[in-house]
């Protein structure tokens, strides 16, 4: 109903499904006037999916009956890979603000190839190269196939392959709604990126010092992963465990602090970040992955003339479409001219999904996890 009313007020609306939110978007471009319907046939009648069934228990490898017939504007899409987020192993374990009734299938982002069309699909065709994210009530991408929205589909540039795809979305956009339209971030001006060598730390990395020409002061925890971080655009690291975050900012800089700090860890480093904040500094609130919501002192915020500014990327589709969009437009462009590229960490199979969460969960990965499903040859035993 909400699509067929979108359609008498745009031409073309297209809907951008974040990791947890959905809502209509602008447009998205000027249809032709075909119809596009491929019928298919031959194909498996179920096709696997992981479950959970249980919060905070293993995943498990299920069955599930396929759709035969696609709606209108609707895409069948066979999965090559998803991502693996920190918010999915969060939901799974009941901690995530979204808590989706159980059984349910998780995951978010994802790529994969068009298989089939629905009536009204004008933009895509079968072969064609997508990627995405699941709408927010539906089911997750840990799946072999979805049907989704064409509107909710973008096309895979051709420099990334289908892991690399599948990894872009949630941590680009993020870090680069969050650098171009929270902070402000100026060429030339320090930024100190926390968790640097986690996904969205990692992406924030590749842009400050790529596309915004940032002086770019990582801070992660062993050389192994500082490596990675220097080779991604990193001026200068700073390990966790050796060394003071606040006491190294202050002598990196000369005692002036970091024009814009990147924090997705909360807790003790949050503290560390507000005491090494430049003069009209901007801190940037993305998550708290150490488990610890911080409370902030507002009489900081007052003395250093400070900004705490938090962002949450999926509430975006729902609150300002346009900026959604533009997030992920603007990251899909920064592909196509190679100035931007997304880590792989590991990969595994969608049969070992859960070793894939336990590996993200002990802090081994750099970087992105993703899931092998298309290659995944368990799955068809």
């Known amino acids: ?27 998205r471009g000027q ?6 319907v491929t019928v298919s046939t031959g194909v498996p009648k179920h096709y696997k999916v992981a479950v959970c069934s249980e919060l905070g228990k293993p995943l498990n490898i299920e069955t599930r009956p396929r759709v035969e017939e696609l709606s209108q504007g609707q895409v069948r899409v066979a999965i090559h890979n998803a991502a693996v987020n920190f918010a999915d192993i969060l939901t799974c374990a009941g901690k995530y603000q979204e808590k989706p009734e159980l ?5 978010a982002e994802f790529s994969g190839e068009v298989t089939e069309l629905g ?45 690399g795809a599948a ?27 926390t968790s640097a060598a986690g996904a969205v730390g990692l992406a924030a990395v590749d842009l400050a010092a790529n596309v915004f020409n940032a002086k770019v002061i990582a801070a992660c925890g062993s050389p192994e992963k500082g490596a990675i971080v220097k080779q991604k655009g990193a001026h200068t690291v700073i390990d966790y465990r050796t060394e003071s975050v606040k006491g190294r900012v202050k002598e990196i800089t000369d005692g002036h602090g970091a024009d814009v700090i990147f924090d997705a860890v909360g807790g003790d480093v949050f503290k560390d970040c507000l005491r090494c904040v430049a003069f009209e500094g901007r801190i940037l609130v993305i998550g708290f992955a150490s488990g610890d919501i911080p409370r902030i002192p507002a009489n900081v915020l007052l003395v250093k003339s400070c900004s705490v ?44 999904v859960n070793e894939a969460f336990q590996f993200v969960m002990s802090r081994k990965s750099v970087g992105k996890v993703v899931l092998d499903i298309a290659s995944d040859a368990s799955l068809n035993a």
């Open 1 to 27: 109903m909400l699509l067929a009313l979108t359609r008498k007020l745009v031409v073309m609306a297209f809907k951008c499904p974040p990791e947890v939110l959905l809502r209509n978007s602008i447009l």
């Open 31 to 36: 249809p032709n006037h075909l119809t596009a």
């Open 103 to 107: 059984p349910f299938v998780p995951g």
């Open 119 to 163: 009536e009204d699909v004008t933009l895509l065709r079968v072969g064609d190269r997508v990627l995405g994210l699941c709408m927010p009530g539906a089911e997750g991408s840990y799946a072999q196939e979805r049907i989704l929205p064409e509107i909710s589909l973008y096309q895979v540039p051709s420099s990334l392959d289908y892991r």
């Open 167 to 193: 990894a872009l979305m949630v941590s680009y956009c993020t870090a680069w709604m969050a650098l171009k339209r929270k902070a402000k971030l100026k060429e030339g001006e320090t930024i100190l990126i």
């Open 309 to 352: 500014i938090g962002l949450y990327w999926g509430s975006y589709s729902m609150r300002d479409p346009l900026a959604f969009k533009e997030s992920v437009n603007g990251v899909l462009q920064l592909v196509k001219e190679k100035k931007i590229s997304p880590h792989i960490s590991r990969a595994f199979p969608l049969s070992q």
